[in-house]
């Protein structure tokens, strides 16, 4: 008999506290000047424990990352079929940002972290890509990310002006921007 195996309610509300921590320092100060004792202390845990789920603040980082970013892609694959169209896809894209906006609004604030905006870009390019029909890769691959982009900078934009409009206002102009250029069908 199999048994499948859990982690530790206790382990899970201790990482959850160390990423806590991190993204409250992340939202005060530059990635750079965040230490793996400061982490702690707000944790309230000691540096052994962040080093027992974590090898370094960028490993920190990576995983604060790979979790969003594997959330967005769950939400894509979620989609409703039947409402094809990207105000319809980014819905629910916008509506994660929205309730993650503490996370978002560090990533977007701190210039030097590209990696999230290289996931992202990269994720939203080959989703896009998936969905087109030409017979031209470059064209697609182009497209794709030139779309991508766009829908990265516009989020960046509503999160860096503390989203003044709804996230269906954000997805029907995403999708009026992209089908008044054509871009997307």
């Known amino acids: 008999m199999e048994k499948a195996i859990k982690t530790d309610r206790?382990?899970?509300?201790?990482?959850?506290?160390?990423?806590?921590?991190?993204?409250?320092?992340?939202?005060?100060?530059?990635?750079?000047?965040?230490?793996?004792?400061?982490?702690?202390?707000?944790?309230?845990?000691?540096?052994?424990?962040?080093?027992?789920?974590?090898?370094?603040?960028?490993?920190?980082?990576?995983?604060?990352?790979?979790?969003?970013?594997?959330?967005?892609?769950?939400?894509?694959?979620?989609?409703?079929?039947?409402?094809?169209?990207?105000?319809?896809?980014?819905?629910?894209?916008?509506?994660?940002?929205?309730?993650?906006?503490?996370?978002?609004?560090?990533?977007?604030?701190?210039?030097?972290?590209?990696?999230f905006r290289d996931r992202l870009l990269n994720f939203l390019s080959v989703n896009m890509m998936a969905k087109m029909n030409s017979s031209n890769p470059i064209a697609n691959e182009m497209q794709a990310q030139f779309m991508a982009s766009a829908f990265i900078g516009i989020v960046e934009w509503w999160i860096r002006k503390q989203m003044p409009q709804s996230t269906q206002f954000m997805a029907d102009q995403v999708r009026n921007l992209f089908e008044k250029n054509l871009v997307y069908s």
Do not use: W
């Not at 027992?52 to 769950?74: A, P, R």
């Open 10 to 115: 206790r382990i899970l509300r201790t990482k959850q506290s160390i990423k806590n921590s991190f993204l409250e320092l992340f939202s005060e100060k530059n990635f750079e000047q965040i230490t793996i004792n400061e982490i702690a202390e707000r944790a309230n845990v000691n540096r052994g424990t962040v080093y027992l789920h974590y090898s370094d603040k960028y490993d920190l980082l990576d995983k604060c990352i790979e979790d969003h970013i594997n959330e967005i892609i769950t939400l894509c694959k979620k989609r409703d079929i039947s409402s094809p169209g990207i105000g319809n896809e980014s819905k629910p894209v916008f509506d994660y940002f929205r309730d993650h906006y503490p996370f978002f609004s560090a990533m977007f604030a701190n210039e030097r972290v590209f990696l």
